[in-house]
């Protein structure tokens, strides 16, 4: 599935949850005791006019979400939680890469729901919140960036699923 066309990687570092399933909000890591899937990724992207490829340390977690969790919804409904996480104790990276400029995303939440609208159809409702940090790339060229790549990412995802 390939929605993220700036996008030149991602790498699991290391999954925390085990033997739990995303899909299932009943299966519950034994060893943390929650439902769906945490992992720590490192992914690089390659956004248009920046030299070098940004990178993202991130704590990710995702799980399905259960009539407890207050969400209106018609059908299934996931949400993914990231926050970005640094080697050291002051909030730093290594530098031991510099091939990257390393950026943070101080959150990002996904939530994704089946709903049904008024002909009995039922849609898909994508809710994305994300605020982050990019060090030495200019503000007016972030938020040119930012408001691209939004477009594109939901142009992207419509994309796979018309083929």
């Not at 899937?37 to 490192?42: D, F």
């Not at 995702?62 to 209106?72: F, G, I, P």
């Not at 993914?80 to 996480?85: D, E, F, K, W, Y």
């Not at 409702?125 to 060229?141: A, K, Q, W, Y």
Request: include cysteine.
């Amino acid at each position: 599935m390939d929605y993220n066309k700036m996008s030149i990687g991602r790498e699991d570092q290391a999954v925390l949850t085990q033997d739990s399933n995303v899909h299932c909000s009943e299966t519950k890591c034994p060893e943390l005791g929650v439902t769906g899937e945490a992992k720590i990724m490192i992914s690089k992207n390659q956004p248009p006019l920046v030299r070098k490829p940004l990178a993202f340390k991130t704590l990710f977690y995702a799980r399905q979400l259960n009539s407890d969790d207050d969400v209106e919804t018609d059908g299934v409904a996931y949400i993914t939680v990231g926050r970005s996480v640094w080697e050291s104790p002051d909030g730093t990276a290594d530098g031991a890469d510099n091939s990257t400029t390393r950026c943070e995303i101080m959150l990002t939440v996904n939530l994704v729901r089946e709903i049904t609208n008024e002909n009995g159809e039922v849609w898909c409702e994508l809710t994305v919140i994300t605020h982050g940090i990019s060090p030495g790339i200019p503000i007016f060229i972030c938020k040119q960036l930012g408001l691209l790549a939004a477009e594109n990412y939901i142009k992207d995802i419509r994309a796979l699923f018309e083929k």
